[in-house]
């Protein structure tokens, strides 16, 4: 923002320009007189010298002035005392003809617009004029002839009388700029509560509306009414609440219906102020009201559609489960030609029968499994077994797929019982999801390792691969249902499903799921969960699990 201009004399540094114009017409005064009374001779030159010594403290005021410089007021106000004092004394005192000087540190000081000092100045011309009187009183330095007697009195008069006048008419000045700065902004502050969009209200103690202010939404005419009465007769005891917590805590918040507009919603923000009483902001709240109703309503919509889909994904699933297991079972007697030799042919639509079916009842599964998990029916069923058993049996279960995919696979696994307190078919279907997935990424010729070890107290399951690995953009997204990384034909392999299960069967046994991958440099995933019995607990026969790993056959 830029500073005012400063309306002063060019070159001065004086606060006043009345100031300035003053103290220059008190050296004029002095000046014309002194230079009469010397002229008269005789007794002239005690009343020159008089002159001289209170025409200093303009001297000195229009110096700084022209310098630049602004004078202190304290030292100013010494000036003014001791220069016009001095030859009111020389003069014959307060009686004298410059006794009319006792006033100049009052008029110096009004005329330089310091009201903040117009006490002191008054206590100094007080003190003047009472110094005055008792050397007056007590016989001072003899009074001066008549014509010079008569221009040091229209001098003293002139320049402290003036000098009143022109201070008292500066300072009147300055308080009608100062009234009329005050009425203006006045006048702007209510003009904006009156057109600001809430209504500001002035509570009591009691609960009294004592001045309301703003656009007016509990009522046009409130001052007066009990704060209480404002909302209708089924939600006063909230107001009376609400007011009770403000004014002991200090603030509160809260909506309610008014009783002048019954379809209404105010928000209400209440703080104490001082003398206990209170300051309450009301704002229109229909806005707020009808978008969280919307998006409770949107969410509750989402909610039931979730539910609902979840539960036709279940019953789905239990009722494709039932024929499927009928087509594996009879296609499961073809291929192993229970009732006979079968035509080559045929044999290998069993085989493609069987594998299909495999194929479909896993993908069941899945979705069944996630469907439960997601409308939070999924129990685990928890039992004390030893963990190398359910990952053994994935890898051998695993081999031949692996083999079939050109990739070697391998097991990791600790030399001694690894005694965990589990779910074994979640486990296994941990462990059957990363191997599956690594090997659907993992080109001919890469390898796969399954590691299995206690860590810190935690089971964690290990599957690193050599494949493509992952995109930070793809690391982001999979773990989440239906999510998939890959290209398109990977995708159609599956469901998305198989890292989000390994990832909610991690977080039912309390454990977590941690994905570290990177483009051109495999994926490992690593499953850590609290699973593992307490030595106490332990089979006797069961030695304590050693750190050291061997790998496995998987034949």
Request: charged share 20%; aromatic share 4%.
């Amino acid at each position: 923002m830029d500073a005012p201009p400063d309306r002063r004399p060019a070159g001065l540094a004086t606060p006043s320009a009345a100031a300035f114009w003053w103290s220059a017409g008190w050296l004029a005064l002095v000046a014309g007189g002194g230079a009469f009374v010397l002229a008269s001779g005789g007794e002239g030159a005690r009343a020159a010298i008089a002159l001289a010594l209170g025409g200093v403290p303009a001297l000195l005021d229009l110096g700084l002035g022209l310098a630049r410089r602004n004078p202190n007021e304290r030292l100013r106000l010494v000036a003014w005392s001791l220069g016009p004092g001095l030859a009111m004394l020389l003069s014959g005192g307060a009686l004298g003809p410059l006794g009319a000087w006792c006033l100049a540190p009052l008029a110096a000081t009004l005329v330089e617009g310091q009201p903040r000092r117009a006490a002191a100045a008054g206590a100094a011309a007080l003190g003047l004029m009472g110094l005055g009187l008792l050397v007056s009183l007590l016989g001072g330095p003899p009074p001066t002839g008549p014509p010079v007697s008569l221009v040091l009195q229209a001098v003293a008069l002139v320049s402290a009388v003036g000098g009143l006048a022109l201070g008292v008419v500066s300072l009147l000045r300055r308080v009608d700029r100062r009234e009329r700065a005050q009425a203006s902004a006045l006048s702007r502050l209510q003009r904006l509560l009156a057109e600001q969009p809430t209504q500001i209200l002035d509570l009591l103690p009691d609960g009294r509306v004592a001045g309301a202010y703003g656009r007016p939404l509990a009522g046009a005419d409130i001052a007066g009414r009990a704060f209480f009465d404002l909302g209708l007769p089924q939600g006063r005891h909230d107001l009376a609440r609400g007011f009770q917590v403000a004014l002991r805590d200090g603030h509160a918040a809260f909506a309610f219906a008014p009783l002048a507009d019954p379809d209404g919603w105010l928000e209400a923000r209440l703080r104490r102020g001082r003398s206990m009483r209170l300051v309450a902001v009301l704002a229109d709240g229909r806005a707020r009201r009808d978008q969280e109703a919307e998006l409770e309503a949107a969410r509750g919509e989402a909610e039931a559609q979730n539910t609902g889909k979840s539960r036709f994904l279940a019953n789905m699933s239990h009722e494709l489960r039932t024929p499927l297991n009928a087509i594996m079972g009879f296609s499961d007697i073809m291929r192993s030609r229970l009732f006979g030799p079968l035509p080559d042919r045929y044999g290998e639509y069993a085989e493609l029968i069987h594998e299909s079916g495999r194929h479909l009842l896993d993908l069941i599964n899945d979705v069944l499994d996630m469907s439960k998990i997601e409308a939070e029916r999924f129990e685990l069923s928890r039992e004390e077994f030893d963990g190398r058993e359910a990952v053994n049996a994935v890898l051998r279960l695993m081999r031949g797929q692996a083999d079939r995919a050109g990739v070697q696979l391998r097991g990791v696994l600790p030399r001694e019982p690894l005694e965990i307190d589990a779910d074994r078919r979640a486990l296994k279907q941990i462990a059957l999801n990363l191997v599956s997935n690594a090997l659907k990424f993992t080109p001919r010729n890469g390898a796969v390792t399954v590691g299995l070890q206690a860590v810190g107290g935690m089971m964690e399951l290990v599957v690193a691969d050599t494949g493509m690995g992952m995109s930070p953009e793809d690391l982001a997204r999979v773990g989440r249902p239906y999510e998939q990384a890959g290209d398109a034909e990977r995708r159609a392999a599956g469901t998305g499903l198989g890292l989000s299960l390994v990832r909610s069967f991690a977080e039912l046994h309390g454990g977590e799921m941690i994905l570290e991958s990177a483009v051109g440099e495999g994926t490992t995933v690593t499953v850590r969960m609290p699973v593992l019995l307490p030595p106490s607990e332990r089979p006797a026969e069961a030695p304590v699990p050693q750190a050291e790993p061997f790998e496995t056959p998987v034949s």
